[in-house]
C-alpha cells in the first residue's frame, strides 16, 4: 500500500514559476525551444514586476508579457502553482507560478495582440454595413459570403461606370457644346413624363398598324370577348343609329364611326375597337369606378377586370378601397382612346370630335396627340353631324414627326 503524500509551500510571489501557452499550438520538440527572461522592477504597474518572455524556435519567434489587460486580467482571476513531486519520500513542494500567454513575432515585428488590438481600435470607427459585412465573412455561411462578394464585386463596377460616365460626359460636353445638351435634356424630361401614361410605341416602324399595334392595344383575350356586346354595333340599322342620335347615347366621334361603320373592311373588328373606345370615353367622365358600373354598362368580366386595373388606382377612402382615376389616369384613357381610333379611322383622327366627347381643352388633346408623335392638321369637315366646320386632325405619317419643346414652358407642369 502506497505511502501517504504531503505537500510543503516552498514558493516566493517574487520569483514565480512561468507557465507558458503557447497561442498557434503546442511545440511538438520543447527541448530546442531557447527562452529568454526580462524583468523591470522600477516600473509603475498594477503587478510589482513587470516580466518579458521570448522564445526562438526554428519556425518563429514568440513573446509573453504579464503586463497585458488580458493577463492582468487574468492574473485578479485565479493564483496558479507549480507542484514537484518526489516520488521516493512522497513529498510535494509547492511554488508560486505565473501564467503567459506567448503570441506568434510576425513580419512587421509586430504580435498578434498587438495586430487584434488595432483591429479592434479601427473598427470602431466602420459604419454598421461595414461591420455586418465583416462578421459575415468571418463567420457567415457559403451563401452569404458569395453574396458578399457579389455585392462588392457590383460595387466596384459600378464606381468604374461613375468614372467612365463622368469621362465621356466631358468629352460630350467638350464636343458638342451646353446649349445642345440643355435642350436634348428637356425633350427627354418631357417624353418621361408623357411615358407614364403612352402606350407602347414602336418608333421604329416600316407600316402605319405596327407603330401602336391593335394587340398592346386590345389584347387577344379581351377582344374575343367582346364578340356578344360588340354584335349591337356590328348589326346597326339607319332606324337605330337615328335613334341613338336622337337620345345622345354616345359620343360625336362614336356616332360619325357608326354611320360609316358599313364601308369598313373588317367590320367585326372596328365594330369591337369602337365599342371599346366609347366605353373609355364613358369611363373617362368618372371620378369613382365601381366594378358594378362597368357591369352595368355591358363590359364582360375581364373587361371590366382589365379597365379597373389598368385605368384606375386605387385610393383609400371612409375606410373602404376605391378605385379612382386621377388626372394621369385619364391622360393614359385620352391617349388609349387616340391610339385606338388610329386603327378604326384608318389612321387619322378627328381631334375635335374627341375633344368635346372627352371633356378636354383644345391645347390638352394637341397636347396629348403631340406626344404620340401625330401630325397636327387643320380640315374642313361635312357630315351628319358637322357642316363646314374646321376640325383640328391628328394624322400618323412616317417616319413619325418629332416635336421640339416651346422655349420657356414649364418643365414641370403635370400631367
Known sequence: MAGKATWEYRGDPERPALLVQFSNGTIQTPENVSFTLYNNKGATSPIKSQRILTAQTERLSYVGKNFTPEALKSSSLCRYFVGVLNKETGKMQVYDAEHLGMQPILENNSTVEDQQTEETRDQSNLSY?????ALIEAFG?????RALNSRKLNQVGSEILSKEMAKAA??????????????????KKEEESFSLFLPLCNAKATKQEDVYRFDDLLPPAEYASLEEVAAAFRNLTPGELQEKREKNEHGSYVLQELGELKFAKDIDRHARALWYSDTLIKMSKLKMVKRKDLIAMGCPSIIA??????????????ERILNSISATMKCKIVSYVLALALHIS??????TLLQRDLQLTEDRIIEIAKALRLKISKRLMFSDLVLGEGHKM???????????????RKSSRKL
Open 129 to 133: 454595413r461595414e461591420k455586418v459585412d
Open 141 to 145: 455561411t457559403n451563401k452569404q459570403k
Open 170 to 187: 466631358e468629352v460630350i460636353i467638350e464636343s458638342r457644346g451646353t446649349t445642345e445638351l440643355v435642350q436634348e435634356v428637356a425633350v
Open 305 to 318: 377586370g382589365s379597365l379597373l386595373k389598368n385605368f384606375t388606382v386605387p385610393t383609400f377612402k371612409n
Open 346 to 351: 384608318d389612321f387619322q383622327v378627328d381631334l
Open 394 to 408: 391628328g394624322v400618323l405619317e412616317l417616319p413619325l414627326v418629332v416635336y421640339k419643346p416651346v422655349r420657356g
